[in-house]
């Protein structure tokens, strides 16, 4: 039997989705945010959309910065994700307040997370409103990633990486490196 509802009070029956931390460097400011709600939007250009309410600091400095960088955590990182998803950079600064390491990008001016073991520099493409929250779509113009993070054919080593999984509200859970299969159609 399967319950139905048409009122929801939060929208999060889709998780687990990865998380990761989402920001730039504008003038002197430079912020970041936890977010869950991002996704690849083509190959060729390649463009990255991530899901930003117009209300997080966030959404002010990438705006500003016309650039962002996608930085992905693994399991190790779960506290970060707490901390840059439940304060807000209006309040504090993240950065200073919890220790974040950063790292030059190659080809924008904002910054990476060097906890991260996979990370995206963007330049902002396009912004469309969804609702409460604006899409910003980036070209991905450099990847940074962990040595042995993944493999020849750019799949993630789960024997090396555990990437952080969100449940929604404060909950997270990661993957089971036993689960990993190769299966052919045939
Ligand atoms: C795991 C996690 C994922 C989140 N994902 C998103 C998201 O996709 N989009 C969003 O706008 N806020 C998301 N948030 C909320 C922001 O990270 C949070 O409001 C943050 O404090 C905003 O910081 P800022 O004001 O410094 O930008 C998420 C929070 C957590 C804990």
Redesign the pocket.
Known sequence: MKSVKTQFKRFQYFYPYT?ALVGARAGKRV?F??????TALSFEPPLFG????RK????EVISEAREFTVNFLSFDRIKL??Q???????EVD?VKEFGVKLRPARVIKSPLIEEAYVAFECRLAEVRPFGD?DLFVGEVLAVHEDAHAFNSDDILNPMKVRPLL?LGS?FYITIDPDTFKHVLPD
Do not use: E, F, P
Request: proline fraction near 0%.
């Open positions: 998380v912020n945010m936890s977010c869950a709600w991002h991530i899901l930003v309410a997080r600091l966030t959404h994700s707490a840059m998803g439940r304060k807000s950079g209006h993240k929250h969100y404060d």
